[in-house]
């Protein structure tokens, strides 16, 4: 087994790997305005998956991913030379949605923020159902209860 930091040192490494030869080494006409977000490697160093964003619609994201599968041979080289291990790991592209996750998650924030208004509003002219003071201020008729209550235990007990 293999110690968790050294696969995060790796995986670190990895993604640093990917984003440089992506920028500098792949001229694929086809490869958009692509960011390497994130790389992981398995425990054993054997796959990496490389998650990316597309700035662009749907065509330029496929275009990029045809364009990534393309140069995998050439990435997965650079980064077997690199890393010094035995087994060059295996690279699989997984497009990060990040954006569109964020996006969606601010739409339901602000669902919640108009809601929360209505309810305000609605609050605001609200009235209680019942009196104002529900509960009774007489305590003549509390003492009277209770002097009716004392008398029935006082006669109960002869």
Request: charged share 30%; no cysteine.
């Amino acid at each position: 087994m293999t110690d968790s930091a050294k696969v995060r040192r790796h995986a670190e490494r990895v993604h640093k790997l990917v984003a440089s030869v992506v920028r500098t080494q792949i001229k694929d006409p086809r490869l958009g305005m692509i960011t390497i977000t994130d790389a992981r490697l398995t425990a054993d160093l054997r796959e990496a998956t490389i998650f990316y964003t597309v700035l662009g619609d749907a065509t330029e994201q496929a275009s990029t991913a045809a364009a990534l599968e393309s140069a995998k041979g050439l990435l997965r080289s650079t980064v077997g030379k690199a890393l010094g291990i035995r087994h060059s790991p295996s690279l699989a592209f997984v497009l990060d949605n990040v954006q569109d996750q964020a996006k969606h998650i601010d739409d339901l924030l602000a669902q919640a923020r108009q809601a929360d208004a209505e309810t305000q509003k609605i609050a605001a002219g609200a009235t209680y159902a019942g009196d104002a003071q529900p509960y009774r201020e007489d305590d003549d008729e509390d003492d009277e209860l209770l002097e009716d209550e004392n008398e029935l235990v006082e006669q109960e007990k002869r």
